[in-house]
T-cell receptor, first 114, second 113 residues
Framework: KAGVTQTPRYLIKTRGQQVTLSCSPISGHRSVSWYQQTPGQGLQFLFEYFSETQRNKGNFPGRFSGRQFSNSRSEMNVSTLELGDSALYLC?????????????FGSGTRLTVV | DAKTTQPTSMDCAEGRAANLPCNHS???????VYWYRQIHSQGPQYIIH???NNETNEMASLIITEDRKSSTLILPHATLRDTAVYYC??????????????FGQGTTLQVKP
């Protein structure tokens, strides 16, 4: 079956712009989590959505937001981009939330802010 | 902050067993030990997890000490494709924790021919 699909794979944006990243989970998976990976901070949790509701949020400013649709697809948005937002953004899906499941990650979207 | 401590890097000869240690001395009774790996430029890949019993699957074995303060991930016959960063994570199950995984810096495993 198809894995977690993230689009686009690469993105270049200018400071001050906004960006929207998309994640399509594995079919039947209802939980989608987002992570930011940078060389300095490593992998950091952004937020998780389950059944269209945000269930948990990491320590990121309000410029980072997300949503989940009824088909479990999720988007994350970053407004007023800063150079420090350059990172690999990963999403992960799971059949459920908070229970005995491993998370399947996508290959990520590499965002470069110039 | 991550609740685990791992060596920064390790080498292993191809075909030999790779034993990756992890210390989690403050682990709580309801926390599981998870292992993920990340091959360069890809998303992390789930390997295995366990609570207190040793676990084995097609990829690896997980050995958890009786006091649960440390564990070892074993790749029985390492190949060059196992070269990756390996993350040991502790997390509890239950709705309050949801999908949050706290990654440390991990161990970079280099499998050499």
């Amino acid at each position: 079956k198809a894995g977690v699909t993230q689009t686009p794979r690469y993105l270049i944006k200018t400071r001050g712009q906004q960006v929207t990243l998309s994640c399509s989970p594995i079919s039947g998976h209802r939980s989608v989590s987002w992570y930011q990976q940078t060389p300095g901070q490593g992998l950091q949790f952004l937020f998780e959505y389950f059944s269209e509701t945000q269930r948990n949020k990491g320590n990121f400013p309000g410029r980072f937001s997300g949503r989940q649709f009824s088909n479990s697809r999720s988007e994350m948005n970053v407004s007023t981009l800063e150079l420090g937002d350059s990172a690999l953004y990963l999403c992960a899906s799971s059949p459920w939330t908070g229970t005995n499941y491993g998370y399947t990650f996508g290959s990520g979207t590499r965002l470069t802010v110039v | 902050d991550a609740k685990t401590t791992q060596p920064t890097s390790m080498d292993c000869a191809e075909g030999r067993a790779a034993n990756l240690p992890c210390n989690h001395s403050t682990i709580s009774g309801n926390e599981y030990v998870y292992w993920y790996r990340q091959i360069h430029s890809q998303g992390p890949q789930y390997i295995i997890h366990g609570l207190k019993n040793n676990e084995t699957n097609e990829m690896a074995s997980l050995i958890i000490t009786e006091d649960r303060k440390s564990s070892t991930l074993i790749l029985p016959h390492a190949t060059l494709r196992d070269t990756a960063v390996y993350y040991c994570i502790v997390r509890s199950h239950g709705s309050s924790n949801t999908g949050k995984l706290i990654f440390g810096q991990g161990t970079t495993l280099q499998v050499k021919p």
